[in-house]
């Protein structure tokens, strides 16, 4: 594999950067199997991803489209780099996820001819959740129950911020994130002045359990516990891991 070489006379960082990305596969060879599962391989791809970021939105989705175009020429590496771009844009636990750019990938799987029908199963349940609830829409409203046995919808909340708080009681990570959050000064000016609310949610079924760990939630949350189930069984949100958080504004616009 050879790096792409800059052109002497560019100068300017975004174009750099982006010519960077769009000629960073053109000397990588198919022709070796055991080259495309070497460790070399995946850390090309997660420094090509980390190069994405100094392009802006069109050069990258260009780039993502042209590396799995040009992976797709054979059947071993298109395979490959579908399953990298799981692990390293997807799973809740990468620190380089990103959905923006795995929504691109998912796209173009969606239509190669590489895949069969039943090969897009996957790729076509995973874009439809993580195209739900994207910057900028409108977050997908939900009915809660508290601890006191009142109803109500997330919608409700008056605030000029709102913090979406989908945990499980029995999560480390969980009481890790209320504690580091319960601690921070600019959440706890905001929620005293009143333009911030965080809305704790269970989504899932053990109402016993949700119940004993509800008082020792941090204070000033507002705790619930998605009664009807339908977080889940519709999937309103993409939750695969938790704790999982949504910021919206006063709209209630991720």
């Not at 300017?12 to 000397?27: G, I, K, L, N």
């Not at 990468?94 to 239509?111: F, H, K, T, W």
């Not at 997330?154 to 999560?171: G, I, N, Q, V, W």
């Not at 333009?195 to 939630?217: C, F, G, H, Q, T």
Request: charged share 25%; net charge negative; hydrophobic share 35%.
């Amino acid at each position: 594999y050879i790096r792409p070489e800059l052109p002497s006379l560019m100068t300017e960082p975004q174009e750099r950067a982006s010519y960077y990305v769009r000629h960073y596969w053109d000397h990588y060879s198919l022709a070796d199997t055991a080259f495309i599962h070497s460790n070399q391989t995946e850390q090309l791809f997660a420094d090509f991803l980390d190069a994405l970021q100094y392009t802006d939105s069109n050069v990258c989705t260009n780039a993502l489209q042209n590396m799995m175009t040009y992976m797709e020429a054979n059947e071993t590496a298109y395979g490959h780099f579908c399953f990298l771009s799981e692990k390293y844009l997807y799973d809740p636990n990468s620190p380089m996820r990103n959905e923006d750019y795995y929504i691109v990938v998912l796209e173009q799987m969606i239509a190669s001819p590489r895949l069969t029908e039943y090969d897009k199963i996957r790729p076509a349940d995973q874009l439809q959740q993580a195209r739900k609830n994207r910057p900028g829409m409108t977050a997908t409203d939900f009915t809660y129950i508290t601890p006191t046995g009142e109803v109500s919808k997330m919608s409700r909340l008056k605030a000029e911020f709102t913090l979406l708080f989908f945990y499980d009681p029995d999560c480390t990570n969980c009481k890790e994130n209320e504690r580091i959050l319960s601690e921070v000064p600019l959440v706890l000016n905001l929620q005293k002045e009143g333009r911030l609310r965080i809305l704790a949610v269970y989504p899932d079924e053990n109402e016993k359990e949700w119940l004993l760990n509800a008082s020792k939630m941090p204070e000033g949350w507002i705790i619930g516990w998605n009664k009807q189930g339908d977080i889940r069984s519709q999937q309103l949100y993409d939750i695969r891991a938790t704790p999982t958080l949504y910021m919206l504004d006063r709209q209630k616009k991720v």
